[in-house]
């Protein structure tokens, strides 16, 4: 068992699933000597040898297009691309080839390819480096998203989308890097996909969201406590498919709602949480579902970047506005 930060736990789940499977590689723009733009890849190349650890010009379409073509032929490669802003000429290939090939040859092929990718803001970045467009992704049919949030949830899920047979976007969060440190085992064991992880338990209210903003939400629900308003707090961790079953089961408990995300509100993840309750959940509620979310803004510059970010004070006040109702 070791401390580690988020950033060193995506290392160690790399380097284990490369020592248990010869047939996982890695590539990207500088993943090799460099060992990546956040050093997530630091010493693998000097480990596994430059045939598995490989350094991309900087083309996005040509490391989604290899992913693809690789995984076609019984490889497992983990490509990187070096901010989300950066993931855009990946679609072509995640959208038309990545995730249609199992449906496309009747399953005959399978797509066991893994795109990494920096999400989020926080890090005094310029936009293109702090994009959250996570529900872009979760629209394609046939791809998984995923969105750890500690060192632990990392290490689990990303050996877990390694080993799935399915094309994973794998979205870390930038500013939760090395933010913390999380006791990690590095004993090759997976978490599981698509379960939501219950991070606190409430009975007042549920508060949802994932990634970074899982960092706010959890200082939220202590404000809240000591103004005797017990949440429950859950971590989505997936969110395509995600885990219905523990959202229904915790509004069925609170019978309240708010749903955190930093991406833009307008068209965010947070709404299709949101039907699924109206539709599934409707009788539990006691209040209207509640969102907190960044704006329909492009992301600011360093300057503006918290005050576009969901805050303690804004989950906080979400809250306390549905408790309102009796």
Known sequence: ???????????????????????????????????????ATVGLQKRFGAERVLDTPLAELLISGLCVGMAAQG????GEIQFMGFIYPCLDQLVNHASRIRNRTQGRLTCPMVLRTPHGAGIRAPEHHSESTEAMLAHIPGLRVVIPSSP???????LAAIRDPDPVVFLEPTRLYRAAKGEVQDNGEALPL??????????DITLIGWGAVLK????AADVLSAEGIAA?????????????????????KTGRCVIVHEAAHTGGFGAEIAALIAERGLSSLLAPVTRVTGYDTVIPMARLEQYYMPSVERIVSGALRVCQFS
């Open 232 to 252: 429950e707090v859950i971590d989505l961790a997936t969110l395509k498919p995600y885990d219905e079953g523990t959202v229904l089961e915790s509004i069925a």
């Open 194 to 203: 698509d379960r939501a992880f219950v991070l606190r338990q409430g009975r």
């Open 75 to 78: 490889l497992k490669p983990v």
């Open 152 to 158: 632990e949830r990392a290490y689990g899920l990303l």
């Open 1 to 39: 068992m070791a401390e580690v930060t988020l950033v060193e736990a995506i290392n160690l789940a790399l380097g284990r699933a490369m020592e248990d499977d010869p047939d996982v590689v890695v590539l990207g723009e500088d993943v090799g000597i460099s060992g990546g733009v956040f050093r």
């Open 216 to 219: 706010e939400t959890m200082a």
